[in-house]
């Protein structure tokens, strides 16, 4: 029974381990992934710098896991547990940047494999890096209970204004993240590129990945104050509610962004507006669930 316990509690914590990694890969590699220049290279590139281009990741990444890595446990001292974890690490790189090319029709099933394969290295290089980095710029604290404690300590205080304030700050911070995150993509033109190749089933298949991703940043990987996130008591203050919520606050960000650059107008059809808002959508839902962790 022990034995039985101990292998459930070591596939939660390999899983954990894996979400983080991947939350990371997002928040690290998604920019790229609008960057028409990258998707050029990788279609043109030689299958030696395609090599090159995986060992440069794999020492890199190999001596970011020797000190902190995207696991708990941080530095082990062992090489070969280094090894694997870089291993894993830039197999989640390129399993995520190939979901998320799919996703947005930059590969299909019609794409030269030369190109598909290009295509996916140098993607998977930022996401790679994010994986390894997962801990570095997001320290988890999910066993900090002082905040915990001081908050519930007062709960009368909170309880009248508590809700609608919590809920401000989360728009707030969900328009922030969402702008840092995709301001920079909204002018280009990839955005009208992709919003044209991709049909409406793989619209709804970006809807449903951004609000994974969020939801994973937010309340599955284990960053920086996830327990508190959860003591928040916004109006949403659910998960699924909050993730929701916050995405459609992203997609009217995203929409706004657009109008500001030109690249949407008034008299655009509403198909338009809302293909447009779909695609710039998926950074902006990465860039809020970012911001939602910093309130």
């Known amino acids: ?6 292998r459930q509690n070591a596939w939660k914590k390999e899983i954990d381990d894996l979400i983080r990694g991947a939350c990371g890969g ?3 590699g ?4 609008y960057t028409m220049e990258v998707w050029w290279i990788g279609s043109s590139v030689t299958p030696l710098i395609m090599a090159v281009a995986l060992v440069l990741t794999f020492i890199v990444v190999f001596l970011l896991n020797k000190t902190e890595g995207f696991r708990k446990s941080g530095q082990n001292g062992r090489p070969y547990e280094a090894v694997t974890d870089t291993v894993e690490a830039m197999a989640i790189g390129i399993v995520c940047s190939t979901l998320i090319l ?6 299909t099933f019609d794409t030269a494999l030369k190109e598909a ?9 930022p996401f790679t890096l994010g994986v390894a980095l997962a801990n570095k710029f997001l320290q988890g604290t999910r066993t900090s209970s002082s905040n915990s404690e001081s908050s519930e300590s007062k709960p009368h205080q909170r309880q009248k204004n508590g809700e609608l304030n919590d809920t401000l700050s989360d728009i707030g911070a969900t328009l922030i993240g969402a702008t840092f995150i995709a301001f920079n993509i909204a002018p280009t033109d ?3 590129m992709l919003a044209a190749a991709v049909s409406p089933p793989w619209l709804l298949a970006t809807l449903v990945a951004s609000l994974l991703i969020s939801y994973g940043i937010v309340f599955a990987a284990g960053f920086s104050d996830q327990k508190k996130r959860r003591q928040q008591r916004g109006i949403f203050q659910r998960p699924w509610s909050e993730t929701i919520f916050a995405y459609l606050v992203s997609l009217v960000a995203a929409a706004m ?3 500001f650059f030109q690249q949407l107008r008034f008299n655009d059809p509403w198909t338009m507006w809302l293909d447009h808002a779909l695609i710039l959508g998926l950074p902006a839902s990465i860039g809020g669930a970012a911001g939602r962790l910093a309130v």
Do not use: H
């Open 1 to 6: 029974m022990g034995s039985r316990k101990q």
């Open 26 to 28: 997002f928040l690290f």
């Open 30 to 33: 998604i920019p790229l992934l």
């Open 102 to 107: 799919l996703v947005l029709r930059e590969l």
């Open 117 to 125: 394969v290009g295509k996916i290295v140098f993607e998977s290089v």
């Open 190 to 192: 990839e955005v009208s």
């Open 257 to 259: 962004m657009l109008l």
